[in-house]
């Protein structure tokens, strides 16, 4: 008993210390939509972010939007604005508030929240709880959103 | 929000790009089958559809090649299904020695004008839909098990019965008995649900005719079903359509046969009074 416990404490102190950084969903602070501080704690990867926009079961931000900065990927979607020049509209606050929960932007948008881990209803068991990316991959997104400049 | 004004200009910049990559069919064209049945794939929305003034088929959405096979019977895949219903007519089954046959001596075609009306309110004041009648039949007429909500000859029996109504207006009730379930129906189709928090109205009224990745929105209507769907290359019930759409938004989803399927389908099908019964219908 005495050994699986301690294993236990250690897996949680080890987890703990990996998202040190990391800001909680519920914890995040929205100001006019926008957050200030990377969720991480740390700067994203803009070439990660881009294939998190594109993979079908993380981002997805193809499924909506038309982003002419990746012409080798067929069938991107129309139902949000194209992404092109996001960085010229938006500053690096709103973009991260955007991602991480965009109904603080656009109230009742089809978009969903993906840094969000509750106020959805009947989630299937494998995403219960948990955000659609994690705090880096938000951050990742973000850092690619900021190259979209027209 | 400015943004709301750019997104126009730039929405229709987002279209342009789209023109080359994706073969759309036209949406005007017109469903004739068998080069003699004119369907009506659009239609003024009834009465009670507050932000819709008109209703399209989901074949108007489809490609030119899907479109075509709806175009005639013996290029419609479904009809293999058709086929094995009819077998399954005659087949004797249960205790009792009947068929369906057997007291049904007119042939299906005693069914024209059903799909039509279904799912409707039985004796009892329940909702009931044509799967349940035809399980209903199978158990007390002809002490047959009853066959499972989605599988294959169900959904083959429950195309033939539509096709009988093939050409008639979908005109489903939703008043009297049938009005607290079609409020129900309601309810769940304006709901968010899943981990992508969205509802059924979300993509299906919001966003019809524009593409969600690969796939060209439509109305959801359910004047087409059963449908033959070539990605699975078998027939495809309205409660496994549903169930499809709602684990794609990472939601779990309602049992088939289940009062709040049946309440969806309801309202679904009250959304395409007025359309044609196009059953069996092709998408992808």
Not at chain 2, 170 to 175: E, H, P, S
Request: charged content about 20%; overall charge negative.
């Amino acid at each position: 008993m005495k050994i699986i416990i301690a294993t236990a404490v250690a897996t949680v102190l080890g987890a703990t210390v990996a998202m040190a950084g990391a800001t909680k969903p519920q914890d995040v602070a929205f100001e006019d939509g926008a957050v200030a501080v990377s969720v991480s704690g740390t700067a994203g990867d803009a070439a990660v972010g881009r294939e998190v926009f594109a993979n079908r079961r993380l981002g997805n931000c193809l499924a909506c939007h038309v982003n002419s900065d990746m012409p080798e990927l067929s069938f991107h979607g129309e139902v949000g604005p194209p992404l092109d020049g996001a960085a010229d509209r938006w500053s690096e606050a709103e973009l991260r508030g955007l991602v991480a929960n965009s109904k603080q932007t656009f109230e009742d948008t089809i978009m969903p929240g993906f840094y969000i881990d509750t106020g959805y209803f009947r989630p299937l068991d494998d995403f219960a709880g948990i955000p659609i990316l994690n705090a880096q991959q938000v951050e990742d997104v973000v850092a690619y959103l900021l190259t979209l400049k027209e | 929000m400015g943004m709301y004004l750019l997104k126009t200009t730039a929405f229709a910049a987002g279209l342009a790009l789209m023109a080359g990559s994706v073969a759309q069919a036209d949406e005007g064209a017109t469903l004739v089958i068998n080069e003699e049945l004119t369907i009506a794939t659009t239609a003024k929305a009834p009465a009670h559809l507050e932000n819709i003034d008109e209703i399209t088929s989901g074949w108007i959405y489809r490609t030119k090649e899907t479109q075509a096979l709806q175009m005639d019977d013996f290029d419609n895949p479904a009809f293999v299904f058709v086929d094995i219903a009819l077998d399954l007519w005659n087949e004797v089954d249960g205790t009792e020695g009947k068929s369906c046959a057997s007291c049904h001596t007119d042939g299906p075609e005693e069914f024209a004008g059903l799909t039509a009306t279904m799912p409707r309110i039985d004796k009892d004041g329940n909702l009931e839909t044509l799967t349940e009648v035809v399980n209903r039949e199978r158990v007390e007429k002809m002490g047959a098990k009853p066959w499972k909500y989605s599988k294959t000859n169900m959904a083959s029996m429950t195309a033939l019965i539509g096709l009988q109504s093939r050409g008639m207006p979908v005109n489903v009730a939703i008043d009297g008995a049938a009005a607290p379930f079609w409020e129900r129906g309601k309810e769940l189709y304006y709901t968010r649900v899943g981990q992508l928090d969205i509802s059924c109205s979300n993509c299906h009224e919001d966003n019809y005719g524009v593409m969600i990745r690969a796939d060209h929105l439509s109305q959801g209507q359910i004047n087409g079903f059963p449908t033959y769907r070539l990605k699975n290359a078998k027939m495809n019930t309205t409660h496994g359509r549903f169930k499809g759409c709602m684990k794609n938004i990472r939601a779990v989803p309602y049992k088939e046969g289940g009062e709040e399927f049946k309440a969806i389908e309801l309202y679904l099908a009250s959304r395409g009074n007025g359309l044609t019964v196009e059953t069996p219908s092709v998408r992808n």
